[in-house]
């Protein structure tokens, strides 16, 4: 069998994180570790959509002031998101001033944004590159769901929008800053397209645990490991249901991901009212990834993290017109080196 | 300044393309190039979306069936298209066994995922991959400006999406098939966001040609290059009018591009009924210059090709609330070597 992975020898290096979660994101655990904690969704602005940019906006450039470095420093920005046309990142790309490289992958936006940043640094073809992607429960919801006004109730396996933008520089060399001197990311799979004919929009766990199982699985035969020699697989955003689903099923393959697994959506919410499964959007494994996680690997509690963000791909118009739910996984391996 | 742009050193090989147009498209100039003339714009589907799916589908089959390659041989799909959550990419990837990257540039994704593609391959990460596009005058229509039962009328500054899809097999070693030896991707150029606050969503000609201008002169100054080392600047779909705003452009800046550029949009209708200032969607850039254009190259008529696509960023929200039109462009050299 082919190799989907890409193993990085040059070890690009990420060097800083911007982060930046509301005030219902903040009451978990990523509160402590975000570098903005936001008291109103709205972020100043007229429209969520607007609000949403500009967390995006705020984290690529938290981001890059972080690693101590100037926007002019900077050769690449690598972003997507769940609005439609991806105007989140369109818009906040029109911030910056140097190229900008738009990408869709739903919520394993921020796995894959920074395979393809780490790969592009260690073929040496740039030297500093920002990965980031971000959500807005509001935005998301009225976009893929219901008017807000409405008041809809919600089904018990459905997960939780993210508000919320986080992202990464990811660098040839080290940073001065010796908290993230040594982090690495040293390979990344991408994931093939796994549909397993879920229907139910509001069962998004159920839908991206087979694509996460297979990311993952790919990943350990790729570069000959077992699912114990990572500290911590840590999956984008299946929440709490899609979490069992994903042991179970990796289980059944004989892998046991038991002890070393967790989602960040499962994770997120401290306190479940109407979050259910827990967090979920672009912005959910953004934020854990680039706050909370990379603090435990800064602080060297974790040194070998697979980061594996999972998307499902579907559309309003796809799902009214009766199809099921493709998702897709990417993998990117952080490593204390 | 800062390079933005990839020089590929170990020049990745276009060996193979694969094209399809619609009825209306094909009785221009790419009618006798295109692998497969639809008869009737539906393709057999009950819905324009899935429609546009199955032709991207096809053109990505077709591709690597022209590259004489099993779809086994292949590492990984580079593709994303128009519609919301690029469900024609996406859905069109479920088809697939390898591995899927979506990406984002609206009409600039040809020159996007090429651009991608060629870096992976450079890098030795991939040896096969499939770079693919496409779009849909119906679906983008409805999805985009008006329900098409409504009949409006055309503003003369608006262009007609292209429905048509197109892909090419970009790998490490040239293909059996002599006719594309030797055509490689030399270089690429990432593009940055460039918005001059044009807000007429019917005038995207305008509203791109300052970020195709943008990006060709970055590309020749990063290289070192005067226009005249390309025997053909081909843009994406600006159009008639933004071909025009883009000449001007260029010659206020000392570049003249008079003699030797060319826009897809411009170019691949021949009869103007509605299509006013000619094609327009990721299906027009991706079907000219895999069908056309590189008939061209293969028969050497061409051998030093600029390929830039280029994309309007906008969604109908960003449109609705009041915003202007970001738009990029990403630059692909193309030369017989």
Known sequence: ???????????????????????????????????????????????????????????????????????????????????????????????????FLGVYGACSTMAESMAIAAAFINAGYYKKIVAATGSHFSSAERQYRYPLELGNTRPPQ?????????????????????????????????????????????????????????????????????????????????GALGSRILKDLTWEKGVDIQKNHVDCGEIIYNVIEDEFQGGSGAGCSAVVFNSYIMDKIKKRELNKVLFVATGALLSTVSSGQGESIPCISHAVAIENV
Chains 1, 2 share one sequence.
């Open 1 to 99: 069998m082919r190799s989907n992975t890409i193993i990085f020898s040059n070890k690009p290096k990420i060097i800083a994180t911007g982060t930046i979660a509301g005030p219902k994101e903040c009451r978990g655990v990523v509160g402590k570790y975000v570098d903005k904690a936001l008291i109103e969704d709205t972020f100043g602005e007229s429209t969520y959509e607007k609000a949403e940019c500009k967390m995006l906006s705020f984290a690529i450039a938290k981001a890059i002031k972080n690693a101590g470095l100037k926007e002019t420093e900077m050769d690449l920005l690598i972003s997507g998101d769940l609005l439609n046309q991806i105007i989140s990142a369109s818009f906040a790309a029109r911030d910056f001033e140097f190229p």
């Open 158 to 238: 459905s997960q939780w929008t993210v508000t919320g933008a986080g992202g990464c520089v990811i660098s040839d060399m080290g940073a001065a800053n010796s908290q993230t001197d040594g982090i690495s990311i040293t390979s990344a799979t991408f994931g093939k397209v796994v549909d397993y004919g879920i229907t139910d929009v509001n069962n998004m766990g159920a839908a991206m645990a087979p694509s996460a199982c297979s990311t993952i699985l790919q990943h350990l035969r790729d570069m000959g490991r077992k699912a114990d020699y990572y500290d911590l697989i840590v999956t984008g955003d299946l």
